[in-house]
């Protein structure tokens, strides 16, 4: 069965220092990713994804990930956080025989003014 | 605009009062889920729908039911709530039930639901 996994539980980092959230999953097929933010109080929503092409994806806010398929990880990056950059982040799989989505466990941001 | 929407937004309930959480969408998608959201586990997917009359389960379906007479709508039925039920919950739906293209799942906006 597929799985995903989020290293790190909860982040804190200062403004301005550089982000990187690890999510690493374990099917070895064809498989589309994603990460999904949910501020406090809200829903999720998209912030980038990856079905083909060039591993590097910048998606919104400044925020980007690489597939490394050789490491069966897709890591989130953001060279320089900001206080409104606090929320919980989730990666997210699809690949094999489901169309559905498996969800990490999710990595709490904190980032301090 | 295009949105999922679920309702209640909020609601206690007491242990065996059967309720149900509403959720539609209006931008004609095939594939429509639910999900529950538990402190430290991340998102569970319950149940999903690949079109009308088509459901199926998820991770975590006891103690749950769903039906899908119509497209647009896909409302979660607990026919007699536990106190493990109490979770956060969000209604998504995406385009098709795909393994390739374009899947990307939109979400509702959550049901806190406490059981007591």
């Known amino acids: 069965a597929q799985s995903v996994s989020q290293h790190n539980h909860h982040v804190i980092l200062s403004e301005a220092a550089s982000l990187e959230l690890g999510c690493n999953y374990s099917y070895g097929g064809t498989v589309n990713l994603f990460w999904y933010v949910q501020y406090p109080g809200q829903h999720l929503q998209l912030l980038l994804k990856?079905?083909?092409?060039?591993?590097l994806v910048k998606g919104i806010k400044g925020f980007e990930a690489e597939f490394i398929k050789s490491k069966f990880s897709f890591n989130l990056r953001k060279p320089s956080v900001q206080w409104s950059d606090t929320a919980e982040y989730f990666c997210?799989?699809?690949?094999?025989?489901?169309?559905?989505?498996?969800f990490g466990k999710g990595t709490k941001l904190s980032v301090k003014p | 605009e295009a949105q999922v929407t679920q309702n209640p937004r909020y609601l206690i309930t007491v242990t065996g009062k059967k309720l149900t959480v509403t959720c539609s969408q209006n931008m004609n998608h095939e594939y429509m889920s639910w999900y529950r959201q538990d402190p430290g586990l991340g998102l569970r997917q319950i149940y999903y729908s690949m079109n009308v009359e088509v459901t199926d389960k998820g991770d975590v379906p006891e103690g749950y039911k769903v039906s899908r007479k119509e497209k647009r709508n896909f409302p979660l039925i607990l026919e007699s709530p536990s106190p493990n039920q109490t979770s956060l919950y969000f209604c998504?739906?995406?385009?098709?039930?795909?393994?390739?293209?374009?899947?990307?799942?939109?979400f509702g906006p959550g049901t806190r639901l406490t059981v007591l």
């Open positions: 997210a799989v699809n690949g094999g025989s489901q169309g559905n989505l498996i």
């Open positions: 998504a739906s995406s385009p098709r039930f795909l393994r390739g293209k374009n899947n990307e799942q939109f």
């Open positions: 990856y079905f083909s092409g060039d591993p």
